[in-house]
């Protein structure tokens, strides 16, 4: 092999590692010791806001402070505190002394005529009520009903200009939505709190004779009870009630909220009749055990009574028949079985007098469909 022949072939391997080389530094300009120019992050646009503070400002002017005061009489404490006077006094003889007991809440605005929803408890037993507003102006109120089934109240004011709070939809809320409190806690003032729901539809925690709660972790605490939960857009969804405390401390995250669908039903009666009318059926039912739903092929629930002459008498339901559904309410779904008997037991608790519901029942092994027209509890029937 010749020189030049020998040249032109040693040529080929270093003209492929120089042009290797050039599109390597092309591509990885790191390898040329200059940095990469990044595209600064866009955000999603489809994502959240990043303050709430609109929401804020469109509800905190429905949402009002409460104090109420009460008169107490109650044996002087001064006699059986001091060793001198508990000596000649005992427990019975002890005189008496009247005092004033004060309390704090919350309550929403709901209505322009002056309607404020707020918890039973926040004004029971109350001889005075005051209400503070967001822009300042100081007010007597007006107790026009409780729904103590809910631990609810309805109050009313007489001021102009008032700025009711936006309904939102419960019944749409997803655990995980945003939720933010708004209150009087501690009576330190107005102040929001924010959190997510945790949970829907709890119940049996013994707060309430009805209990369909909205769950949340925005810190609530003494002093919110009657306050605003409200959504991402300012929107009520329900009506600050309860908070977890087992440990003496104040907020754990754990609070409880009755939805405003329900707490509104409750106020336009007491608006309307200055209490709850609560629809009457007539019947009594248990939950099945194993044993039942082997006997009847069914789960569901077991007629345990029917009432004289009441709506469902009427409509032909009889003792021992399996309820299997409800409107659209199934009780024979195993899946389910006791989230499903407490929306029928919801169902029922929220009717109002004149409402139709279906019933599905079986019995003798054949499937019934009856309407039932609710009425009016007996001993809630003016004369």
Known sequence: MNLKRLLQFAAWPTAVGVIIALLAMLLFPQLRGQQQVVAPAVANSNTGP?????AVARAAPAVVNIYTAKKVIERDPRYYTNPYYRQWFNNSNIPLQERMQRTLGSGVIVDARGLILTNNHVINGADKIQVLLNDGRYTSAELVGIDSENDLAVLKITLDNLLPIS??????????????????????GQSVSQGIVSALGRWGLGINSRENFIQTDAAINPGNSGGALIDARGNLIGINTAILDETGAASVGISFAVPADIAMNSLKQIAEFGEIRRAWLGFSAAPMNE???????????????????????????????VIIKVNEISLSD????????HAVQNLVGNLKPGTEISITVLRGGKTLEMKVTAGVRPTEVKT
């Open 291 to 321: 044993k039942l739903v082997k006997i009847y092929g069914s789960s569901g629930l077991i007629v345990t009574g029917v009432e004289e002459g009441s709506p469902v008498e009427n409509a032909g339901l009889r003792r021992e028949d």
């Open 167 to 188: 309904l939102g939809q419960p019944n749409s809320l997803r655990v995980g939505d945003i939720a933010l409190a708004i209150g009087n806690p501690f009576g330190v």
């Open 50 to 54: 990043y303050s709430y503070a609109d």
């Open 334 to 341: 195993t899946n389910f079985p006791e989230r499903n008997i």
